[in-house]
């Protein structure tokens, strides 16, 4: 599922930046506590894509709080480029698997 | 700055990661938790920090790197603490890797290491295969030039003729020097380049222009001045003038062997062959003959072409060559043959050793892992992969492997130069014995061999570490698969110590036998020493005859000398020589068949002084002189075999030239080629009656004083009669035994050292294991004693556990023996291989040594004090 949580994480940063807490925060809301990670599983994943070009990270003033400094990711052009074909695989696939676990009947 | 980059990188990381927990923390704390509380909720949240890291730094890259730079650090830590341990473990494997280093070097030098020539793997020796004979012999000058003809499979064929005496005089006292002729060709063949002055030319290989010479570098250095004005001077050999035109390098060797093994190897001067293709000779056998292979013909292309060779010869020439066969003999194999087998043993001895050092580290890992289990389980439970625990400890078996190996380095090259003098001398190549830069890369792949075989064991028990057990149960405590697999340990060392110091064993009961061999002479009180005639000056049977008895006559009047004699062929000096003859009035033999007997010409009073027996009819007298009837002695096996029971003496026979001479007497058999070799048909002449010159003789002086002092008064007299004649090769014919039984005795003795240290080691190991087991078990004793279990019940208990091992470990052990001991059978004299005696006493031995190491842990546990014992842990 390595590949997935990158994705998730770069879907994460599509709109806006980010820093390690508020990605996970983001992927617990949002996938309603499905998705269980453990928020230390995201550092290598983020570390990993910082390495790969797709995110680049930067300490910056919290929007919030303007005393504390974190650490922001956000979207590289690569890491858009990367973002739009591993959604269209994932889509791929999960339209394929889709026919075969409920296809389509009648007609 | 990488590394400053690093700590950036690392300080950063705890930045982030502290970062969120504290951003966690405050959200929960939010949601009304105690700030205790929302600090264990963040981290439960966040999983492990420290594993987090560890995934993240892999994501940096280069972290194999760090990681083993840790490992290392850590292992060292480790190491550094148990001193105890890490001493016997890095002694232990020290021990087998210095053996193993040791005689690989030998190995390397003698047998491995490239000959010193271009592209030696093409040059092959090529050999008359006699007959009948088993053993190949040199080659008659008229079949080298034959050979050269009609060959095709070579492209260049270059002969040798080893020529032992060429006396040189005119450079300050008269010196022998062993020289060769041969052929123009025979250094270029080699590849070897002359450092100063020319090779041979072409037309040097003619009789009348070849009175030319090139130097080794040695006599060129000690014997002519060193100088390199020397090219173009003119030296004296065998009185007759050379003009030196080359000299050889430095490092130039000569490998084959030399007719005469006491020179072996040591060509002085060389000189052109020169044979005149006018009379070549098919029936005198004199030449070594080399060949280069043409690049793409291989051997056996090779040998097809010599033998349609040697068929034609045989069909043009029956009478010579008749059944006789050629066979060419790879260069390395021709140098190496008769010590390849001796080597592959120590070899393989030390081997088995190494085998035995690795166990018992094996042993001394796995008693320690016992202990540190908890530590491990601990590491599993704080998320420690088990593939990183195996990496740690096999960073720690490896590094006390290589410290072992570093160790066992220094005591080979201690071995390497203690045991260099006792090398023996026919031992080829043995100077080039060192620890080399090949020798290095050699132990640093055996020490990581080494480190990885004794870190599997306690690397497969920590993959089967449970942590949860592991951390609930005692420390001491240890699995069955441990107990099982350090048994299994221990009874593969016995096993493999019984098969080393079995076959010691049987070397030293064959040495033992050898050394007790009768020679068939007197060793003790003799003197001998070599005596040069040249040609020139001493060029008939006459002249010599005279020299000799003037000799002898004044040798015999010296004070202290009991009686002297001279041979030409002397036992065990590794010269000889050998006739065909016929005997009167026996049935002609068929072509290309004849009777052979060694040939031995020697001087009155021989026998009388090196004290072989007369058995029949009487010996040589100064009467039987060059006027006198031809009279001969034959031994004792010649009798035998071609008389039987008859009496042979007045029987007539002939060898050498057309004439009857008369058997007058018999002598008792000599071992003349070595102890261990069986007497052949030896037939004995005066040497007034010898039918060539003997240049070359040596005298035997028989004496109770000192040699020192009959040697200088044995130069005196030669020096007074003729002081152009060189005297050599002084020994005791006490030196010449031992050295002609130096090479079973260096391996005889190396087996034994290493043997012996391979039954120290086990016993060891046994020893380790029972202390172990009596640890392991000191509470259960305690409480047998308590219970009323005499100490004897104890000491039963313990001893019939280490039985049951060290009868395990023998069981194999003679099994391996029986297969292993035959494949030495030809290493061994007088004693077969399956030898029960050996098997019985090694057993015996091994069992007793074995039984008190585990004496001494048994008695320790019959001293345990119940009371302590059972609050022991």
């Known amino acids: 599922m390595q590949g997935t949580l990158d994705m998730l994480i770069l879907r994460t940063l599509r709109t806006s930046r980010a820093h390690g807490h508020q990605i996970a925060k983001h992927l617990q809301r949002t996938t309603d506590d499905?998705?269980?990670?453990?928020?230390?599983?995201?550092?290598?994943?983020?570390?990993?894509?910082?390495?790969?070009?797709?995110?680049?990270?930067?300490?910056?003033?919290?929007?919030?709080?303007?005393?504390?400094?974190?650490k922001y990711y956000r979207l590289t052009a690569a890491g858009r480029r990367q973002l739009l074909a591993e959604a269209s695989r994932w889509k791929q696939m999960a339209n394929a698997i889709a026919r075969v676990m409920w296809p389509v009947e009648g007609s | 700055m990488r590394l400053w980059r690093r700590k950036q990188r690392e300080h950063d990381l705890d930045r982030e990661l502290s970062s969120h927990l504290s951003l966690e923390a405050e959200e929960q704390r939010e949601l009304g938790l105690s700030s205790e509380d929302a600090r264990y909720a963040a981290q439960r949240a966040f999983g492990n920090t420290t594993l987090v890291k560890e995934d993240v730094r892999a994501t940096w890259g280069w972290t194999w790197l760090e990681t083993i730079a840790n490992d290392l650090r850590y292992a060292t830590r480790m190491l550094r603490k148990n001193p105890a341990f890490t001493g016997a473990a890095v002694l232990t494997s020290a021990l087998g890797i210095g053996a193993t280093t040791a005689i690989f070097s030998v190995c390397d030098a003698v047998l491995l290491k490239p000959l010193p020539y271009s592209d030696p793997g093409h040059i092959v020796m090529l050999w008359e295969q006699p007959p009948r004979g088993e053993t190949l012999g040199p080659v008659a000058p008229a079949n080298f030039v034959d050979w050269r003809e009609q060959s095709r499979s070579f492209s260049e064929i270059a002969a040798m003729d080893p020529k032992p005496t060429f006396v040189l005089t005119g450079q300050g006292e008269p010196a022998r020097l062993t020289g060769a002729g041969v052929s123009p060709n025979l250094f270029s063949l080699l590849g070897t380049r002359i450092t100063l002055g020319r090779d041979f030319l072409e037309d040097e290989d003619r009789p009348g222009r070849d009175r030319v010479a090139i130097l080794s570098y040695r006599t060129w250095l000690h014997r002519l001045g060193g100088q390199p004005d020397i090219l173009g001077r003119s030296v004296a050999l065998n009185d007759i003038s050379y003009t030196v035109v080359g000299v050889l390098p430095r490092e130039f060797e000569f490998v084959a062997k030399a007719s005469d093994f006491q020179a072996r190897n040591q060509f002085d001067v060389w000189v052109p062959l020169a044979l005149d293709l006018e009379k070549l000779q098919r029936n005198t056998h004199p030449l070594r003959v080399f060949a280069r292979l043409k690049p793409d013909v291989p051997l056996a292309q090779a040998q097809a072409d010599l033998n349609v060779v040697a068929a034609n010869l045989a069909r043009r020439y029956p009478e010579t060559n008749k059944g006789s066969g050629i066979t060419a003999v790879p260069l390395i194999q021709q140098v190496t043959t008769n010590v390849?087998?001796?080597?592959?043993?120590?070899?393989?001895?030390?081997?088995?050793?190494?085998?035995?050092?690795?166990?018992?580290?094996?042993?001394?890992?796995?008693?320690?892992?016992?202990?540190?289990?908890?530590?491990?389980?601990?590491?599993?439970?704080?998320?420690?992969?088990?593939?990183?625990?195996?990496?740690?400890?096999?960073?720690?078996?490896?590094?006390l492997a290589i410290a072992g190996g570093s160790m066992g380095l220094f005591l080979a090259s201690a071995a390497i130069r203690a045991v260099s003098p006792h090398v023996p001398a026919d031992l080829p190549r043995a100077s080039g014995i060192a620890v080399d830069a090949r020798v290095l890369v050699f132990t640093g792949l055996i020490s990581l061999a080494t480190g990885i075989l004794f870190g599997l064991a306690p690397m497969f028990q920590a993959q089967r570490a449970n942590a949860n057990e592991a951390l609930k149960q005692n420390a001491r405590i240890a699995s069955g698969t441990q107990s099982r697999m350090r048994s299994g340990l221990v009874v593969g060392q016995m096993a493999i110590a019984l098969v080393l110091l079995i076959g010691a064993g049987l070397m030293a009961r064959s040495f033992w036998t050898l050394l007790h061999v009768s020679p068939g002479f007197r060793t003790e009180h003799i003197l001998t020493a070599r005596l040069s005639l040249s040609g020139s000056r001493y060029p008939d049977a006459r002249r010599i005859a005279a020299f000799q008895r003037e000799l002898l006559e004044r040798v015999r009047n010296t004070p202290g000398v009991q009686s002297a004699g001279l041979a030409a062929y002397l036992p065990l000096s590794g010269t000889d020589n050998g006739w065909g003859f016929v005997i009167e009035g026996r049935p002609a033999l068929r072509t290309g068949e004849y009777n052979l007997a060694k040939y031995r010409p020697v001087s009155p009073g021989y026998f009388e002084t090196i004290g072989i027996p007369l058995l029949r009819g009487r010996e040589f007298i100064s009467a039987d002189n060059e006027d006198a009837p031809l009279v001969v002695v034959i031994n004792e096996s010649m009798a035998r075999r071609y008389w039987g029971q008859g009496n042979p003496v007045t029987e007539r026979l002939q060898f050498g030239p057309p004439i009857w001479r008369t058997v007058i007497g018999v002598v008792g058999d000599v071992r003349h080629e070595g102890l261990d070799a069986e007497a052949r048909p030896e037939l004995y002449v005066p040497f007034a009656q010898a039918p060539n010159n003997e240049a070359r003789t040596t005298i035997v002086v028989r004496t109770a004083l000192d040699p020192i002092v009959v040697t200088t008064a044995l130069r005196k007299t030669v020096s007074a009669i003729d002081p152009a004649v060189p005297l050599d090769q002084v020994e005791t014919m006490e030196e010449l035994v031992s050295a002609s039984v130096g090479q079973p005795r260096f391996r005889t003795a190396l087996l034994a050292v290493f043997s012996i240290l391979a039954l120290v080691i086990a016993s060891i190991g046994v020893y380790g294991v029972m202390n172990y087991l009596v640890i392991q078990r000191t509470r259960e004793f305690g409480i047998r004693l308590a219970v009323g279990a005499t100490e004897g019940d104890v000491l039963r208990l313990v001893l019939g556990r280490a039985a049951a091992l060290i009868v395990a470990g023998l069981c194999l052990g003679l099994l391996g023996s029986v297969v292993l001991a035959r494949l030495i059978a030809s290493l061994l004299y007088g004693v077969t291989p399956l030898d029960s005696l050996t098997f019985a006493a090694v057993s015996l031995l091994l069992s007793a040594v074995a039984l008190f190491a585990s004496y001494i842990p048994a008695r320790r546990a019959t001293r345990i004090d119940p009371t302590v014992a059972l609050r022991y842990e």
């Open chain 2, 340 to 399: 390849r087998m001796a080597l592959g043993t120590l070899l393989g001895a030390v081997g088995l050793m190494l085998l035995i050092a690795c166990a018992n580290v094996a042993n001394l890992l796995l008693s320690r892992a016992a202990a540190r289990r908890k530590e491990m389980a601990l590491r599993v439970a704080l998320g420690a992969s088990r593939r990183r625990l195996g990496q740690q400890l096999l960073t720690e078996s490896v590094l």
């Open chain 1, 34 to 70: 499905v998705l269980q990670v453990e928020h230390g599983s995201l550092y290598p994943a983020l570390h990993r894509l910082e390495r790969k070009g797709w995110v680049a990270a930067k300490w910056e003033l919290a929007a919030s709080d303007s005393k504390r400094e974190l």
